[in-house]
């Protein structure tokens, strides 16, 4: 079974909207366990516009399944992370101010940058995962930096999907079969939701996790978040 990770982002960016601490940041973490989530993803920016450094450290105690901080590793960032020593951190090539992520890694431009964060985040026992487009290219540069897993941009699929073009899950399927041909840990993310998880997840071989924020509070919002957790988890399986 392929593991749901939920990135928070948006419960914190509904707070910030209104200060104070409704909703509860720590409490829909842990609900979010509770109900069957398998992980929980966050991914703080320089600005704090939604997930703040004090959230990481925070919830550093109350997620008890997976915890996977996202980011650009930044000084402060790479900081951050082995501060609060996640299971997984995800590196993730945001230009600062950007809404979300556009683009994964030139793992080949950046291998050397890519190598050196990777080592000092794995001599600190955290797992490494990079953020990638489904260019062979990239997946091969990938394999060279040393990361465990590797994070497949998924909007260009979500993009086909929703046109109807099912041919847009063929560049994902490549690079996953050649992922698994280098031994490396596949997960993705990026506008999946209930509508194309589970024709993504049954044509992506070897698929271990998937972060999904999102679309999964947007869903929420009409099906409730118990609900909608465990019809992800039912369509992962």
Request: charge should be negative; aromatic fraction near 6%; include cysteine.
């Amino acid at each position: 079974m392929t593991k749901l990770s939920v990135n928070i982002n948006k419960i914190a960016t509904l707070r910030n909207a209104r200060g104070g601490n409704v909703p509860d940041l720590l409490k829909v973490a842990t609900d979010i366990q509770n109900f069957g989530g398998q992980g929980i993803t966050i991914h703080p920016r320089p600005d704090e516009r939604h997930i703040r450094y004090k959230d990481a450290r925070d919830l550093k105690a109350i997620v008890t399944t997976e915890y996977n901080i996202e980011g650009n590793p930044q000084h402060n960032f790479i900081d951050l992370v082995i501060e609060c020593k996640p299971d997984q951190v995800t590196l993730v090539p945001d230009a600062i101010g950007a809404i979300t992520s556009s683009a994964g890694w030139d793992t080949i431009k950046n291998q050397a940058y890519l190598t050196e964060v990777i080592q000092e985040f794995q001599r600190n026992g955290i797992r490494t995962s990079i953020f990638v487009d489904p260019v062979l290219e990239m997946i091969e540069g990938a394999k060279k930096t040393g990361t465990d897993r590797i994070e497949l941009y998924t909007e260009a699929f979500a993009h086909e999907y929703a046109l109807g073009n099912k041919n847009g899950i063929d560049p994902y399927m490549k690079a996953a079969e050649l992922a698994n041909q280098l031994g490396l840990g596949i997960n993705a993310g990026h506008d999946l939701s209930l509508d194309n998880i589970q024709f993504f997840k049954q044509n992506i071989p070897g698929l271990l996790e998937v972060s999904i924020g999102h679309a999964l509070i947007a869903e929420a919002l009409y099906l409730g978040l118990d609900n909608v957790v465990n019809m992800y988890l039912n369509k992962l399986k």
